[in-house]
């Protein structure tokens, strides 16, 4: 048997992809910038690069989650006010 997909199915996994790549865009800085900042506080034998890149990281992943929510938002305005000539 073959199921018949719904029409809201592809709402529902767009919508799961979507919160995917919103933590996604928030985690990937945040580890990278925190692996760097333990690496180099053993490096140097220090305790504060830990806590300062992972700051950081969590500015730049917050700006990658404003950026793709802004260009989401725009791109569905641009679709609901375009009008046919």
């Known amino acids: 048997m073959s199921r018949k997909k719904k029409p809201y199915d592809r709402q529902v996994f767009r919508a799961i992809t979507l919160i995917m790549q919103f933590g996604i865009n928030m985690l990937v ?3 990278l910038m925190s ?9 140097f034998g220090t305790d504060f690069w830990m806590i300062l890149l992972f700051c950081m990281g969590a500015v730049a992943g917050g700006q ?6 802004r260009t989401i938002y725009e791109d569905g305005d641009d679709k609901h006010t375009k009008k046919d000539k």
Do not use: E, F
């Open 35 to 43: 692996a760097a900042g333990i690496w180099l506080d053993k490096h």
């Open 64 to 69: 990658n989650v404003y950026r793709m929510a």
């Open 29 to 31: 800085p945040i580890c």
